[in-house]
């Protein structure tokens, strides 16, 4: 029993449930014999207040705006370290030394190649199928591809489809990319770095060199690195609980990836950029500004909001300053499409509607302007997106399914709907 308890008074009595302490962070009151001792539930839709799991990857303290990778501040690793290193730091808890980071990458490297029989499995879908279709679908049949590795009971396989999934992912997405605007299968070269690999897949063409330029292979990289683990966000729980029931890791990564998609998550950034387009021209911004604050009317300033940040997002400065970055060498200053960027994170950051609510630019905001000034589709964005969180998704599966007090993760419910009633033969009804 911990020192700390916490008192729960239901009636005449009261029960006692120990809390728990964490190295950082709120403490949590541990409510496991809850339903043994009382018969009730708790209630909480959306986890606003629940803790599930254990974890020791990724911390985030929304208040302060901190985001740490096993302990390390984004920015650092941002600024200082690359996308593998990081890759390494989240899967086995430590930065890499020179060896383990070198024998590290030649892992990946030896697997960015998927098998030749994928190559007939995108030529099924249509040329117009969004990406993120795609990539649900091709990395759940990577089980079928790789079978050899989705026994989750063995270490080794464990290990193995960790490094498949960590170095196929941007090749399954450039593949996504290529099919979609009709070129050919560019396969990966595994004399660049994973970044400039990826960009080398999207727009190298047969007919000509394609030159990656270091400026855009370093954004890029530093897109990865921010998106790479996000504690318990919707996709990394839904990873989880997909693990939970002792799925291969590739059916529970392919989920991740379905769940990312959705706009109030991954496809946030996708959202961010077609609605700075829809906008259109800055006289336009204070019509939508309106639309936002209107509760009758859905419509919310896409990369903008976040569940956990409620002071700024550290990912969102750090991709601010790349984005500057980019666009000076891209000379895309004068594209209407920033300035309304520009104007509408003006406005928003000062008008009170926003900031009572602190509702601040997040990740997705910034990261849009970059990849669409990189010549990247908006439908791509949140392809992008998932290839950088496979690790994080990984490296959370990895330690759920090491965890000796792994249980399924099954929720309970405040049941509403009709108690016990007798069936009605149809022609009674
Ligand atoms: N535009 C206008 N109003 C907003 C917005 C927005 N983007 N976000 C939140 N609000 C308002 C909301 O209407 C509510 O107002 P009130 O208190 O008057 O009812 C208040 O702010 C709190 O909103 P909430 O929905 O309770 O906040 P949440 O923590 O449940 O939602 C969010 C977080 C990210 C889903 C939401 O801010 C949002 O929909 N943002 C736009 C989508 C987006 O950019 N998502 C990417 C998140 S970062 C990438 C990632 O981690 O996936």
Not at 272 to 290: C, H, K, Q, S, Y
Not at 294 to 319: I, T
Request: net charge negative.
């Amino acid at each position: 029993m911990s020192e700390k308890t916490a008192k729960l008074s239901i009636g005449d009595e009261t029960f006692e449930f120990p809390v728990l302490s964490g190295s950082v962070g709120p403490d949590v009151i541990d409510i496991r014999s809850l339903y043994a001792k009382t018969g009730l539930f708790t209630y909480d839709p959306g986890f606003t207040s629940t803790a599930a799991c254990d974890s020791s990857i990724t911390y985030i303290d929304g208040d302060k705006g901190e985001l740490l990778y096993r302990g390390y501040p984004i920015d650092q690793l941002a600024s200082q370290s690359n996308y593998l290193e990081v890759c390494y730091l989240l899967l086995y808890g430590e930065l890499p030394g020179k060896a383990e980071l070198k024998d590290f990458a030649n892992r990946v490297t030896r697997h960015t190649m998927v098998h030749e029989q994928m190559h007939y499995f995108y030529r099924g879908f249509r040329r117009d199928a969004h990406p993120m279709a795609i990539m649900t679908g091709v990395v759940g049949a990577m089980a079928a591809f790789y079978h050899d590795s989705t026994d989750i009971g063995d270490p080794v396989q464990r290990e193995i489809a960790s490094i498949r999934m960590i170095a196929k992912m941007p090749t399954i997405a450039a593949m996504a990319y290529k099919y979609s605007v009709g070129q050919p299968f560019v396969y990966p070269r595994n004399d660049l770095d994973y970044a400039s690999n990826f960009l080398h897949m999207c727009f190298s063409v047969p007919a000509e060199e394609y030159k990656v330029d270091p400026v855009v292979a370093k954004a890029m990289d530093r897109i990865f690195t921010l998106h790479a683990d996000h504690e318990q966000n919707a996709s990394t729980s839904t990873v989880r609980l997909s693990g939970s029931s002792d799925a291969n890791p590739f059916a529970c990564i392919a989920a991740g990836v379905a769940c990312l998609w959705g706009p109030a998550h991954g496809g946030a950034n996708e959202a961010a950029l077609n609605m700075l387009r829809e906008i259109g021209t800055v006289d336009r911004i204070p019509e939508f500004i309106e639309r936002a604050k209107d509760k009758s009317d859905p419509f919310r300033l896409m990369g903008f909001g976040h569940r956990v940040y409620k002071n700024y997002d550290p990912r969102a400065a750090v991709m601010q300053e790349s984005a500057r970055e980019v666009l000076e060498l891209l000379g895309v200053e004068d594209n209407p499409t920033l300035q309304v960027a520009q104007e509408l994170e003006k406005i928003a950051l000062s008008d009170p509607y926003f900031v009572e609510r602190k509702l601040y630019p997040n990740v997705d905001f910034y990261s849009g302007i970059i990849l669409d000034a990189v010549g990247f589709p908006t439908s791509m964005f949140t392809a992008i997106f998932a290839l950088s969180r496979t690790v994080g998704w990984i490296a959370q599966w990895k330690e759920m399914i090491g965890d000796p007090q792994k249980k399924i993760g099954r929720p309970r419910q405040l049941y509403n709907g009709s108690g016990a009633r007798d069936y009605v033969p149809l022609s009674e009804r």
